[in-house]
């Protein structure tokens, strides 16, 4: 179990993110015709609106509070005049509200892309996966939120911190902090760096072409002849 816990926790990370990175390099070089979100709006526009946006804004949010979280040093947060306590309460609420948004979302997608024929004819294995992947995850997340709860102590949300800040700064025994932490932690765990995993070979890769230029363009000058 140690040898486990040391892959998966230790070298598992890595190995996640190196797929994520040359994967979706290698990918956009050599097969961009693939390079797209593949929507399915023409087939049926009925709830994908709905669907969509919920799942966006919720996955976004959680994103950055996941990013936020686990990489904010507690020196930093404490300087602040917030506690450990305090923090893991903010984060469970936080992670409740844009975990549920995000649930709802990704529930209508879902049943949308199974329960139409003309959907569910055009869909990749991929694009099953990675939806139900997603959901997987998000469940996982929630779960975790009654069990911080009731540790108010915020002990595991530090564990899972400095976990994560030894792994984006290459320190040794990242693996060994998280060896005692729940079931629930490590599934959490475990199924978001396979996330990055099998980035690169789903429509996830579109995020990378977000046009964020699109917010600073300049005004579009349209005169009449």
């Known amino acids: 179990m140690n040898y486990l816990n040391t892959f998966l926790f230790g070298y598992y990370p890595y ?89 709802k979302g990704i529930i209508i997608l879902i049943r949308r892309r199974l329960t139409d024929p003309r959907i569910r004819a055009t869909s990749s294995r991929m694009d099953i996966f990675i939806l139900l992947l997603i959901a997987v995850q998000l469940a996982l997340g929630l779960l975790t939120l009654p069990i911080s709860l009731y540790h108010s102590d915020g002990q595991n949300m530090l564990l899972l911190s400095e976990w994560a800040q030894r792994i984006v700064t290459f320190r040794a025994g990242a693996a060994d902090l998280v060896a005692d932490v729940g079931i ?37 000058v349209v005169r009449r002849r």
């Open 184 to 220: 629930i932690f490590k599934l959490h765990l475990f199924f978001g760096m396979t996330l990055f995993l099998v980035f690169p070979f789903s429509r996830l890769v579109h995020v990378w072409s977000v046009p964020l230029g699109y917010v600073m363009r300049p005004y579009q």
């Open 15 to 103: 190995l996640a993110i190196v797929v994520f990175l040359v994967g979706s390099a290698l990918r956009y070089d050599r097969d961009q015709y693939t390079w797209r979100t593949g929507s399915s709006q023409l087939l049926r526009a009925k709830e994908l609106r709905v669907g969509s946006n919920w799942f966006h804004a919720g996955i976004l949010l959680l994103f950055v509070g996941h990013f936020v979280g686990l990489l904010t040093p507690p020196e930093i947060y404490h300087g602040l005049g917030i506690s450990t306590s305090a923090k893991q309460l903010l984060a469970v609420i936080a992670g409740g509200v844009f975990g549920g948004i995000c649930l």
